[in-house]
């Protein structure tokens, strides 16, 4: 079993930055795709951005691209979510989530962590 514990979340006004971090305990995560999710008040869970087992691939939803960076460091077993220009339509709760088998094109994210909420105040 793995467990993800995301922490980094916070208040913060617009144009403002945050870091995200996915501590992963239980299991070495190098070889699992990671990636970050957020739930808004109101609307369906979405998929913010995914890593590669390696690092070397990432993929944004459109909304984030230019504004966030994900990363890795498998050393530490954790991944990170650098945002930066922070809008009020961030606000969310940003989980963390693993697909063990380290698929990239159709990832099935088995592990999830209890999320960490982000409120972007304008």
């Known amino acids: 079993q793995v467990q993800l514990v995301e922490s980094g979340g916070g208040l913060v006004q617009a144009g403002g930055s945050l870091r995200l971090s996915c501590a992963a305990s239980?299991?070495?995560?190098?070889?699992?795709?990671m990636a970050w999710f957020r739930q808004a008040p109101g609307k369906e869970r979405e998929f913010v951005a995914r890593?590669?087992?390696?690092?070397?691939?990432?993929f944004y939803v459109d909304s984030v691209k230019g504004r966030f960076t994900i990363s890795r460091d498998n050393a530490k077993n954790t991944v990170y979510l650098q945002m930066n220009s922070l809008k009020p339509e961030d606000t969310a709760v940003y989980y963390c989530?693993?697909?063990?088998?380290?698929?990239?094109?159709?990832?099935?994210?088995?592990?999830w962590g209890q999320g960490t909420q982000v409120t972007v105040s304008s």
């Open positions: 239980g299991r070495a995560i190098s070889s699992y795709t």
């Open positions: 890593i590669f087992r390696n690092g070397g691939n990432t």
């Open positions: 989530a693993a697909d063990s088998r380290g698929n990239w094109i159709t990832p099935e994210y088995n592990y």
